[in-house]
T-cell receptor, first 110, second 111 residues
């Protein structure tokens, strides 16, 4: 059974304090790994797709990386507006359905 | 371009009642998926439809059903509501098997 585990569950940072979120996965035949941002009461907003180990994607203060077992979402010099829940999802070759992790709740204090 | 549209945005139902949630995908997207998200957890897959055919079903009871119409819009029906059905119901559309775009969700409260 495909499994996606995100850590930590919650993270509190001071503005400007860089950190990383982790998404580890146990799947057969990874086709893609997705990162989403979700604000309270809203639907997830797509951030990145990573397809193969070694791949990296960047967007503003966010950088996503992928290895054969996990992905990291690095947040550089975060701002309060980066506060949200960050979700990871994996898509495998045997299914059309992505499996989501439980998310990491990030709070950035000014 | 309009994104994924879900209606209603909020609703309150009584235990035992039935509810219908609606979703309009992005124009040109033929796949619609439904997810249930309980507070503090990730989205849980309920159904996926592609070209009006059911392509996947999650681990939900038969009280949950869905369909996709010729214009690719979709409805999710839940019968005999339980308190535990209270959640944010998300609809996502995609052009192919990847690149899901989510709507803002319908917040269902069962009392």
């Amino acid at each position: 059974e495909d499994q996606v585990t995100q850590s930590p569950e919650a993270l509190r940072l001071q503005e400007g304090e860089s950190s990383s979120l982790n998404c580890s996965y146990t799947v057969s035949g990874l086709r893609g790994l997705f990162w989403y941002r979700q604000d309270p009461g809203k639907g997830p907003e797509f951030l990145f797709t990573l397809y193969s180990a070694g791949e990296e994607k960047e967007k503003e203060r966010l950088k996503a990386t992928l290895t054969k077992k996990e992905s990291f979402l690095h947040i550089t010099a975060p701002k309060p507006e980066d506060s949200a829940t960050y979700l990871c999802a994996v898509h495998t070759g045997g299914s059309y359905i992505p499996t989501f992790g439980r998310g990491t709740s990030l709070i950035v204090h000014p | 371009d309009a994104g994924v549209t879900q209606s209603p945005t909020h609703l309150i139902k009584t235990r035992g009642q039935q509810v219908t949630l609606r979703c309009s995908p992005i124009s040109g997207h033929k796949s619609v998926s439904w997810y249930q998200q309980v507070l503090g957890q990730g989205p849980q897959f309920i159904f996926q439809y592609y070209e009006k055919e059911e392509r996947g079903r999650g681990n939900f009871p038969d009280r949950f059903s869905a369909r996709q119409f010729p214009n690719y819009s979709s409805e999710l029906n839940v019968n005999a509501l339980l308190l535990g059905d209270s959640a944010l119901y998300l609809c996502a559309s995609s052009l192919d098997s990847y690149g899901y775009t989510f709507g803002s969700g319908t917040r269902l409260t069962v009392v």
